[in-house]
């Protein structure tokens, strides 16, 4: 091989590798925020298909558009009549706006310990406001004796108010306000667990 061919070769090379370095894809299941310096350029690209940027200037931030998990540690948690329980919670969230979330958050791990500070607050605060009672029941019962086994006596069910969806759905009420500005969307909240 010539000089010649060897420096032809090496500059098909280096336009190759200069116009990869400009494409990329979005797949189905992913959004985009493209930067350049380190700040977000234009708008969120969400539609699947190939694009372009410059190259070694921009960079392309991919977040997924899918439902994520968040799952909380299980914390110890007083109750409005002073009784601690241990409270095990998950929650099911997406990224509803990639440009305010990669402004506010950055990255999915970044949300996740947003997510722990407000899930876990709000989960603290509407317990607090409840009995024991109206956090383990969910309705009341047609009848209001139910036999023990243990005990050969009958006891009475004190009558809940709202019991544990009402719970669930306050914290869930009260966590979405404090997520919009963040870029996030909850889609569920649920009590995994409680142990007395």
Do not use: C
Not at 21 to 38: L, P
Not at 97 to 122: K, T, Y
């Amino acid at each position: 091989m010539s000089n010649q061919q060897s420096l032809i070769l090496l500059i098909v090379l280096a336009v190759v590798f200069v116009i990869s370095s400009g494409v990329y894809t979005i797949d189905e299941t992913q959004q985009v925020i493209i930067t350049q310096f380190g700040r977000p350029v234009g708008e969120a690209l969400t539609e699947p298909g190939l694009r372009f940027k410059l190259p070694f200037i921009q960079v392309t931030n991919r977040f997924d558009n899918r439902f994520l998990e968040w799952d909380g540690a299980a914390n110890q948690v007083p109750t409005r009549d002073k009784r601690f329980i241990w409270v095990d919670t998950y929650a099911r969230w997406r990224i509803s706006d990639p440009l305010r979330f990669f402004e506010r958050l950055r990255d999915e791990l970044g949300a996740q310990s947003r997510l722990d500070d407000i899930l876990d607050g709000e989960t603290r605060n509407a317990i607090a406001r409840h009995d024991l009672v109206e956090v383990v029941r969910s309705t009341n019962r047609p009848r209001d004796e139910v036999l023990l086994e243990s005990e050969e006596e009958t006891a009475i069910l004190e009558p809940i108010e709202g019991g544990r969806a009402t719970i669930v759905a306050e914290v869930l009420t009260r966590a979405k306000e404090r997520t919009t500005d963040l870029g996030i969307e909850l889609i569920d909240f649920q009590l995994k667990r409680i142990n007395y």
